[in-house]
Nanobody, 122 residues
């Protein structure tokens, strides 16, 4: 059974930083792409960042480009999201997901974590 467990969320002031982690188990982690998505209250889930199985290719939403960095450690079965320069509009529940290819489309991912709350105060 595939499990994804996010951690690292919390409350931070605008301009601050957080590092999210997502620990995976139940499948060969290094064979799959990973993605981060977020969902704010009353809004649809939106793409944040994705990384290929090898870590050699990444993609970002325009809203986070230059501030967020996705990375992975296949030896630790973990994907990370380093978030710098946080803004109040980054407040959301952040989810990691695993799928067969790096994509911005939620439907391309077949397993999801439970989410971790990120709150950015102004």
């Amino acid at each position: 059974q595939v499990q994804l467990v996010e951690s690292g969320g919390g409350l931070v002031q605008a301009g601050g930083s957080l590092r999210l982690s997502c620990a995976a188990s139940g499948r060969t982690f290094s064979s799959y792409a990973m993605g981060w998505f977020r969902q704010a209250p009353g809004k649809e889930r939106e793409f944040v960042a994705a990384i290929s199985w090898s870590g050699g290719s990444t993609s970002y939403a325009d809203s986070v480009k230059g501030r967020f960095t996705i990375s992975r450690d296949n030896a630790k079965n973990t994907v990370y999201l380093q978030m710098n320069g946080l803004k109040p509009e980054d407040t959301a529940v952040y989810y990691c997901a695993t799928g067969s290819g790096r994509s911005a489309r939620p439907g391309n991912y077949d397993y999801w974590g439970q989410g971790t709350q990120v709150t950015v105060s102004s």
